[in-house]
């Protein structure tokens, strides 16, 4: 008889062992699918997050090299260092904005100014413009003293849509525009709603401001947009007037520089080139230390905290997965290989009389495989059924998991200083939720069951079956007929 109706015919006599090897071999399958899934599922989602987040790097005053170098000029001098700034060219700006990976850019530029027909949003405790008291504020003369009166913050800009408070969703314009690359050279403002509603202000009306370090550099600026802002501000806010959230208005960076001065004209403060993939930041960073910008002056930080905080748990499910795949399938083709020498011991003398007829080895040898094989193919069929939704649990309550506890450890991270746990509102809650954005982009993971699964499954379910089998029958198959059935109970 063929060993292949051979094989038919024993597992059909056979059922109760057939049924506890299908049921063993789908299990085993079902766990070796779910983490092939999990593990597609994770580098794909990783891959979006990637190339969706990017990641920036910051092109700005290497502020550690700047003081350094004012501390050797005052050595020999009386008094204490006084830090000065030196600004970007644009040239610099755009000649690193020229290089690959770049998906947008944005200038900032950093004013103060005081209101000249408006009324700023007072805070509790500051004083107004009319007073004598000094507030330190933002781009003042830091050269000479730093300490100048200042209602307003002035952020110059690019495009306010690239400005931290509007991308990270803090700040959103509710009415009219943003600042555009257009308008730059112009007199805009886009300024906070409470302070429009304060002063019956609305779109297309005009405010005049001051620079708070030369009052005789005065502006008249055009509303083209009002934006709402959730910032609580910084605790120093009620003390200052420029530092409440509702006293900040955006204006393109050449206005901003005008409040500054001459000697800011065709400069910015600092540039932050978004990438198109946060991969490529290495790559973009080598690449700008070649061109003719001065890196002793300046520096490049990079900055892909979201994307890599966003891949983290995903990262750690892909490798509880990875070990999933590994663990199973090693003691899977070990617990089959044990089912397996047992049913073959027990067959014992049926090989003994099969090769004492004239039967060839190989052919019991096949004969064994393809009985194996066979629960093989219909394991891996039912695993792929059941292995997608088993997928989804398990992925989804690793990554809840992971993410809770990542969450959990950055928040005790950034919460703890030297004098113990921040206030509310403090720069440990800014990071943690900062951290919470990313995590409610990843609360889940998209698995599905792929054709490269169920391939890559159908190859280590034949291997383990091939080997399960085989090494069993051949400590068997060495034996000559004769003492197989001379030794045979």
């Given at each position: 008889?063929?060993?292949?109706?051979?094989?038919?015919?024993?597992?059909?006599?056979?059922?109760?062992?057939?049924?506890l090897?299908l049921?063993?071999?789908?299990?085993?399958c079902?766990?070796?699918?779910?983490?092939?899934?999990?593990?597609?599922?994770?580098?794909?989602?990783?891959?979006?997050?990637?190339q969706?987040?990017?990641g920036?790097?910051?092109?700005?005053?290497?502020?550690?090299?700047?003081?350094?170098?004012?501390?050797?000029?005052?050595?020999?001098?009386?008094?204490?260092?006084?830090?000065?700034?030196?600004?970007?060219?644009?040239?610099?700006?755009?000649?690193?904005?020229?290089?690959?990976?770049?998906?947008?850019?944005?200038y900032?530029?950093?004013?103060?100014?005081?209101?000249?027909?408006?009324?700023?949003?007072?805070?509790?405790?500051?004083?107004d413009?009319?007073?004598?008291?000094?507030?330190?504020?933002?781009?003042?003369?830091?050269?000479?003293?730093?300490?100048?009166?200042?209602?307003?913050?002035?952020?110059?800009?690019?495009?306010?849509?690239e400005?931290?408070?509007f991308?990270?969703?803090?700040a959103?314009?509710?009415?009219?525009?943003?600042?555009?690359?257009?308008?730059?050279?112009?007199?805009?403002?886009?300024?906070?709603?409470?302070?429009?509603?304060?002063?019956?202000?609305?779109?297309?009306?005009?405010i005049?401001?001051?620079?708070?370090?030369?009052?005789?550099?005065?502006?008249e600026?055009?509303i083209?947009?009002?934006?709402?802002?959730?910032?609580?501000?910084?605790?120093?806010?009620?003390?200052?007037?420029?530092?409440?959230?509702?006293?900040?208005?955006?204006?393109?960076?050449?206005?901003?520089?005008t409040?500054?001065?001459?000697?800011?004209?065709?400069?910015?403060?600092?540039?932050t080139?978004?990438?198109?993939?946060?991969?490529?930041?290495?790559?973009?960073?080598?690449?700008?230390?070649k061109?003719?910008?001065?890196?002793d002056?300046?520096?490049?930080?990079?900055?892909d905290?979201l994307?890599?905080?966003?891949v983290?748990?995903?990262?750690?499910?892909?490798?509880?997965?990875?070990n999933?795949v590994y663990?199973?399938?090693?003691?899977?083709?070990?617990?089959?290989?044990?089912?397996?020498?047992?049913?073959?011991?027990?067959?014992?003398?049926?090989?003994?009389?099969?090769?004492?007829?004239?039967?060839?080895?190989?052919?019991?040898?096949?004969?064994?495989?393809?009985?194996?094989?066979?629960?093989?193919?219909v394991?891996?069929?039912?695993?792929?059924?059941?292995?997608?939704?088993?997928?989804?649990?398990?992925?989804?309550?690793?990554?809840?998991?992971?993410?809770?506890?990542?969450?959990?450890?950055?928040?005790?991270?950034?919460?703890?200083g030297?004098?113990?746990?921040?206030?509310?509102?403090?720069p440990?809650?800014?990071?943690?939720?900062?951290?919470?954005?990313p995590?409610?982009?990843?609360?889940s993971?998209?698995?599905?069951?792929t054709?490269?699964?169920i391939?890559?499954?159908?190859?280590?379910?034949?291997?383990?079956?091939?080997?399960?089998?085989l090494?069993?029958?051949?400590?068997?198959?060495?034996?000559?007929?004769?003492?197989?059935?001379?030794?045979q109970?």
């Amino acid at each position: 008889m063929n060993f292949l109706k051979r094989a038919f015919w024993s597992m059909k006599a056979k059922k109760g062992k057939t049924l506890l090897q299908l049921v063993i071999f789908t299990v085993i399958c079902v766990f070796v699918l779910s983490g092939l899934t999990i593990q597609s599922a994770a580098k794909a989602s990783s891959e979006l997050a990637r190339q969706e987040l990017g990641g920036s790097v910051t092109l700005q005053v290497d502020r550690e090299a700047a003081m350094e170098k004012q501390q050797s000029e005052q050595s020999e001098s009386d008094g204490p260092p006084q830090f000065t700034s030196t600004p970007i060219s644009l040239d610099d700006a755009e000649s690193i904005a020229a290089l690959d990976h770049v998906k947008s850019y944005n200038y900032i530029v950093s004013a103060s100014a005081n209101a000249e027909d408006f009324d700023i949003i007072e805070s509790s405790t500051s004083t107004d413009s009319s007073d004598t008291e000094s507030e330190q504020a933002p781009g003042g003369d830091q050269g000479r003293g730093g300490m100048v009166q200042a209602d307003l913050t002035v952020n110059g800009t690019l495009t306010s849509d690239e400005a931290e408070s509007f991308s990270d969703g803090e700040a959103e314009i509710v009415d009219g525009r943003g600042i555009e690359e257009s308008d730059s050279g112009t007199n805009v403002a886009v300024i906070e709603q409470t302070l429009a509603e304060e002063n019956d202000l609305a779109v297309g009306d005009t405010i005049n401001i001051s620079s708070a370090s030369d009052e005789d550099t005065t502006q008249e600026l055009e509303i083209v947009g009002i934006y709402e802002t959730s910032s609580a501000g910084s605790d120093q806010a009620m003390n200052f007037s420029f530092l409440n959230p509702y006293n900040t208005i955006y204006v393109p960076y050449t206005a901003a520089n005008t409040l500054k001065g001459e000697d800011y004209t065709d400069t910015v403060e600092s540039v932050t080139y978004q990438m198109d993939d946060a991969e490529n930041i290495d790559a973009f960073i080598a690449a700008a230390e070649k061109t003719d910008v001065d890196f002793d002056v300046y520096q490049l930080d990079a900055n892909d905290d979201l994307y890599q905080q966003m891949v983290g748990p995903i990262e750690n499910v892909a490798s509880f997965a990875k070990n999933i795949v590994y663990l199973v399938t090693i003691a899977g083709a070990i617990i089959l290989a044990l089912i397996v020498m047992l049913s073959i011991r027990e067959r014992k003398y049926e090989m003994g009389v099969l090769m004492a007829i004239g039967e060839k080895k190989w052919k019991l040898a096949g004969q064994f495989i393809t009985e194996i094989v066979v629960i093989a193919v219909v394991a891996v069929g039912l695993s792929s059924i059941f292995g997608n939704p088993i997928a989804n649990v398990l992925g989804n309550q690793l990554l809840d998991q992971q993410t809770t506890a990542s969450a959990e450890t950055a928040s005790t991270s950034v919460q703890q200083g030297p004098g113990g746990p921040m206030g509310g509102g403090g720069p440990g809650q800014a990071v943690s939720d900062a951290f919470s954005q990313p995590s409610e982009a990843i609360s889940s993971l998209n698995i599905n069951v792929t054709w490269e699964n169920i391939l890559i499954l159908g190859g280590i379910g034949l291997a383990v079956a091939i080997i399960a089998a085989l090494i069993p029958s051949i400590s068997i198959l060495r034996l000559q007929p004769k003492n197989i059935l001379t030794k045979q109970e």
